[in-house]
């Protein structure tokens, strides 16, 4: 009389470690520093100590008697500065954050600077562009590049969002809260009857 396996119950592959239930061996624990991990931990504390520098520089109007208009920026500063710490001492011991099960990512896959590098030219692109060519155009072309350097494919479709959604939050910013944000020539023309 033969007993067939329970399918539920883990067994022992070729090399001696047990298998799991489909057959193939658990993913080996990932141990070592991780530099991209590192990396975030700094620029992390960096952000948090700039926070809490530049509250300072915060200026205090004679009028204030309740907590002031540097509170939040200190708190927000700190706790930011906090985690860091934290996230800091477990990098460096080794913790590694784990990869979520329907992830289809490969965490040991080194980073593309390429990448990297075209997202920050990205950034540092709209940020001057924006006096230049409106808020809208500067934020449609950020959100393209961004698109692309992330394996978008095509030119119209991320285009076309990155449009829409600069529009409708520089309508909503500008109209509805008015906060000052340049729409260019044609955009405020375009909007200048609501």
């Known amino acids: 009389m033969s007993v067939s396996p329970d399918p539920d119950v883990s067994t022992r592959d070729a090399t001696g470690a047990h298998a799991s239930a489909g057959g193939r061996p658990p993913a ?3 141990t070592g520093v991780s530099r991209g991990e590192l990396a975030m ?5 960096v952000l948090g100590v700039y926070l809490l520098l530049d509250a300072a520089n915060i200026a205090i109007p004679g009028s204030s008697n309740t907590i002031g ?5 200190y708190l927000i500063g700190g706790v930011v500065l906090a985690t860091a710490l934290a996230l800091g001492f477990r990098v460096l011991r080794g913790d590694r954050g784990p990869a979520d099960e329907s992830e289809d990512v ?3 896959a080194p980073t593309s600077w390429v990448a990297v590098g075209t997202i920050a030219a990205a950034f540092l692109g709209q940020a001057l562009l924006i006096n230049v060519v409106g808020w ?3 934020v449609t072309l950020m959100f393209a590049v961004v698109a692309w350097s992330l394996g978008a494919r095509g030119v119209v479709r991320p285009l076309l969002a990155g449009g829409v959604l600069a529009v409708v939050v520089w309508i909503v910013f500008v109209k509805g809260l008015g906060v000052a944000l ?3 020539v044609l955009l405020e023309l375009a ?4």
């Open 182 to 184: 340049p729409g260019g």
């Open 136 to 138: 809208p155009l500067a």
């Open 191 to 194: 909007t200048s009857w609501f």
């Open 41 to 45: 931990t700094v620029l992390l504390g």
């Open 28 to 30: 080996p624990p990932r």
């Open 106 to 108: 490969d965490p040991d």
């Open 69 to 73: 208009p540097r509170f939040f920026p």
